[in-house]
């Protein structure tokens, strides 16, 4: 664990899932593989989140149950919590990591982080960093107190992106 981040509650966004927070709290999705994370942070109101994506478009399905795995929802869900937790999203500061394919065939991880990007362009919103492509699993912190994030990749130590 990033020392700064040690004392800190860590929740985790595993895959397919959305969390958002306005306590100083750590969300973290760890090996992102193929998938691909989208963290958005609002440092005037220190809330954010984090969407672990694994599907490029949207779900077909019209229930709620696993529409978070695709990238359209997933990105919409996230959004909507954390206006509903006070932030505008023109103040979002917006980070992508992941999409690599770590098992080096297919092209899934090229896909989502495609459509990722894509909608975000769509509608109206540009990511500030980003961390994808390569063979390399990653793992991405998004402490919510200092809107900090921090990434591994591999075996490696975790760097601020």
């Not at 109206?124 to 921090?150: A, M, P």
Request: with cysteine; charged share 30%; aromatic share 4%.
């Amino acid at each position: 664990m990033i020392d700064s981040l040690r004392d800190k509650t860590s929740i985790d966004v595993d895959t397919g899932e959305v969390r958002t927070s306005s306590e100083p709290v750590v969300l973290r999705s760890i090996a992102l593989g193929s998938c691909v994370a989208v963290v958005v942070y609002d440092r005037t109101h220190k809330t954010g989140g984090l969407a672990h994506i694994m599907l490029p478009g949207r779900s077909m399905k019209t229930e709620s149950e696993n529409r978070t795995k695709y990238a359209e929802d997933a990105v919409d869900t996230v959004l909507e919590a954390v206006t509903k937790l006070g932030t505008d999203t023109d103040n979002l500061e917006i980070c992508v990591v992941g999409g690599a394919n770590v098992l080096q065939e297919g092209d899934i991880s090229d896909k989502v982080t495609k459509s990722v990007k894509d909608y975000l362009k769509e509608i109206g919103l540009r990511w500030d960093k980003e961390r994808v492509g390569g063979i390399e699993r990653r793992s991405v912190f998004l402490d919510v107190e200092s809107g900090q994030v921090f990434i591994t990749e591999g075996e490696g130590t975790a760097n601020e992106l």
